[in-house]
């Protein structure tokens, strides 16, 4: 009998990606499915980035349950050679599906790099003080720039590290600090800084077993904690997208951050035209156009965060 057996890590993030969908109870699916993924591209190791890889598209495969109606942008690369020769031969038809015609790398992916250098310290010109500040922009296009911007002006403050403060001559504490044990894994993770109160995405820095984090927190409900309703539902700040019932809704199967809107209101499209980018789980994915049609709505921007089965973009058949 074979026997596969799945890394720690990647059970972490699997795991993490189902309960984001609450799917958890189908990763029995996505076990068997990842063995077929890996078959596909020519059974890469399953290390990191490939495991990555191999796991977001086995989820993928699962969750929209047509294999590989979504291919993600790193499953395109990998099988156009990216990442190099595969070890074994991948499945020709997947990769005839992925990338079309455009043709597979036969030397070394690097080598087809053009050099950028000297275009980056144009761009950015007067604010990059060094070659640090030059890679932090490469990486980094509209952070390291903003960043770049309020440094020069002097506009640049760190945002504090909120904690309670005094009351009736009592101490009020905020933890700061924690141990935290997720799915067999522990991690210590200290708080560094969060974004203002009161708003609908905030923003939260941690050093997570050292290194530097930051997430998004999107606040969908609310209690009311103090008063005579205590515990009460306050409100409901969920989006209102509607869900999609119509051929030409656009939406997604698994909550993501938007990184590229590609189409605009009133723009004719074909059905399978790539009409935004999205990034979960640092896995980038084109959302494609399911029909003919011209755009008739578009309910989200870049950079916002995009839940499953809520209508992001409206294409009419019709015109």
């Known amino acids: ?65 047509k294999r590989y109606e979504t291919i993600t942008n790193e499953v395109k690369r990998y099988l156009q050679g990216g990442y190099g020769k595969p070890p074994a031969a991948v499945n020709v038809d997947l990769q005839k599906k992925a ?20 275009k980056l310290r144009s761009e950015i010109g007067e604010l990059a003080l060094n070659d640090e500040d030059v890679l932090s922009y490469a990486m980094f296009p509209e952070v390291g720039k ?22 009736d001559d009592h101490l009020k504490k905020a933890p700061t600090e924690f141990n935290v044990a997720l799915h067999g ?7 560094t800084g969060a974004g203002p109160k009161n708003q ?36 409901t700040i969920a989006s209102k997208r509607r869900k999609p019932t119509e051929p030409g809704d656009v939406f997604v199967s698994m909550p993501c951050n938007v990184l590229e809107v590609l189409v605009k209101v009133g723009q004719q499209v074909p059905a399978g035209q790539a009409v935004m980018v999205t990034e979960a789980m640092k896995m980038e994915t084109e959302i494609t156009a399911p029909i003919n049609g011209v755009v008739k709505a578009v309910h989200i921007v870049k950079g916002e965060p995009a839940n499953p089965d809520e209508v992001l973009i409206e294409i009419d058949p019709n015109g």
């Open 200 to 235: 609908m995405l905030r923003h939260f820095y941690f050093m997570v077993d050292g290194v530097p984090e930051e997430i998004v927190v999107e606040t969908l409900d609310e209690i009311v904690l103090d008063g005579g309703m205590q515990g009460a539902v306050k409100s």
């Open 1 to 65: 009998m074979h026997i596969f057996q799945v890394p720690g890590g990647m059970i972490s993030n699997l795991a993490n990606q189902l309960k984001e969908r609450n799917a958890l109870d189908r990763i029995g699916e996505v076990y068997n499915e990842i063995p077929a993924v890996r078959k596909d591209l020519g059974y890469p190791p399953l290390v990191t980035p490939t495991s990555q890889i191999v796991g977001t598209q086995a989820v993928l495969n699962v969750l929209t349950g």
């Open 185 to 191: 894994e522990s991690y210590h993770i200290k708080v």
């Open 99 to 118: 990338i079309g015609k455009e043709e597979v790398m036969d030397c070394r992916p690097a080598d087809l790099i053009k050099p950028e250098l000297d």
């Open 146 to 167: 903003l960043f770049l911007e309020q440094r020069s002006s002097g506009s640049l403050v760190a945002e504090p590290l909120e904690v309670e403060s005094r009351a």
